[in-house]
């Protein structure tokens, strides 16, 4: 069974950081393709940080480049999304998701290829 386990998250005043770790079990990690996403009221869901556990790659959307960094540590079985200098549009639930093939992170995180297992989601409130 997948298992895919939020924390993190929570209030930040804008320009601050906050940290998101997602840990993993029921599929073969160091080959699978893990995103974040998010998702705002009233707006589509987006892919903000993918990586590829299989070589290590990376995708960051526009809007977070620069400011997020998605990495992987394959001993804990655990992914890290730490956000900077936050601003009040980063303000979303934020998911992390799996798709345990080892497809490019690029592919994930545009939607080309649909994630297979999701989690619960995270708040991240980001305050002006």
């Known amino acids: 069974e997948v298992q895919l386990v939020e924390s993190g998250g929570g209030l930040v005043q804008a320009g601050g950081s906050l940290r998101l770790s997602c840990a993993a079990s029921?599929?073969?990690?160091?080959?699978?393709?893990i995103g974040w996403f998010r998702q705002a009221p009233g707006k589509e869901r987006e892919g903000v940080s993918c990586?590829?556990?299989?070589?290590?790659?990376?995708y960051n959307a526009d809007s977070v480049k620069g400011r997020f960094i998605i990495s992987s540590d394959k001993a804990k079985h655990t992914v890290y999304l730490q956000m900077n200098s936050l601003k009040p549009e980063d303000t979303a639930v934020y998911y992390c998701a799996v798709e345990p093939r080892p497809f490019m992170p690029r592919t994930i995180c545009t939607g080309i290829v649909s994630m297979e297992y999701w989690g619960n989601g995270k708040l991240v409130t980001v305050s002006s």
């Open positions: 990586i590829s556990n299989w070589d290590g790659s990376t």
């Open positions: 029921g599929f073969t990690f160091d080959e699978a393709a």
